[in-house]
T-cell receptor
Framework: AQKVTQAQTEISVVEKEDVTLDCVYE???????LFWYKQPPSGELVFLIR??????QNEISGRYSWNFQKSTSSFNFTITASQVVDSAVYFC????????????FGSGTRLSIRP | DTEVTQTPKHLVMGMTNKKSLKCEQH?????MYWYKQKAKKPPELMFV???????INESVPSRFSPECPNSSLLNLHLHALQPEDSALYLC????????????????FGSGTRLTVV
């Protein structure tokens, strides 16, 4: 069975601090996708990144970076120099490689950035 | 156009009402999805349509009835709902190219916030 665990329920940091959101996943599939989504208070799910299971390169996009480690089944997300606008719920998610399949979400981490 | 559009944004309905949620995309995606998200919980899949055919029904009660009239539209018909069905209903779409690393471009709409009174 597939499962995504986000052990951090809530995180609160002061603006400009770096913060890392943890994600651990379980799957029996050898090929799969991993995702991160942001959900601000307005409710929409904002896509941040999708990573194929066979691509373990870390990725950086501006202040965001992702560390994918297949050996530990982890896909952690770091925000550098956090800003108040980063406050949201962040979901890590997993899907298999087949077409039209569901995305399984972790329980989410609520991130609050204090000014 | 890289959006999934959902209407209405908010809906309040009584338990005896019949209403429909609508979802539209013009990205040429051939897979469309309905998810339900309760407060402080992650989204959970309800239905998947692939090439306008229902391919996954996650044991959803029959008071929720999906419909895919064409490749760009997805509806969710609601009838005799219960107050516990109040939630954010999210539509999504993705490319559906079997054998080609599918689920590409998985895009969510902004949702319909449904309240059943």
């Amino acid at each position: 069975a597939q499962k995504v665990t986000q052990a951090q329920t809530e995180i609160s940091v002061v603006e400009k601090e770096d913060v890392t959101l943890d994600c651990v996943y379980e799957t029996r599939d050898t090929t799969y996708y991993l995702f991160w989504y942001k959900q601000p208070p307005s409710g929409e799910l904002v896509f941040l990144i999708r990573r194929n299971s066979f691509d373990e390169q870390n990725e950086i996009s501006g202040r965001y970076s992702w560390n994918f480690q297949k050996s530990t089944s982890s896909f952690n997300f770091t925000i550098t120099a956090s800003q108040v606008v980063d406050s949201a719920v962040y979901f890590c998610a997993l899907s298999d490689y087949s077409s039209a399949s569901k995305i399984i979400f972790g329980s989410g981490t609520r991130l609050s950035i204090r000014p | 156009d890289t959006e999934v559009t959902q209407t209405p944004k908010h809906l309040v309905m009584g338990m005896t009402n019949k209403k429909s949620l609508k979802c539209e995309q013009h990205m040429g995606h051939r897979a469309m999805y309905w998810y339900k998200q309760k407060a402080k919980k992650p989204p959970e899949l309800m239905f998947v349509y692939s090439y306008e055919k229902l391919s996954i029904n996650e044991s959803v009660p029959s008071r929720f009835s999906p419909e895919c009239p064409n490749s760009s539209l997805l509806n969710l018909h609601l009838h005799a709902l219960q107050p516990e069905d109040s939630a954010l209903y999210l539509c999504a779409s993705s490319q559906d190219r079997p054998g080609a690393g599918a689920n590409y471009g998985y895009t969510f709409g902004s949702g319909t916030r449904l309240t059943v009174v």
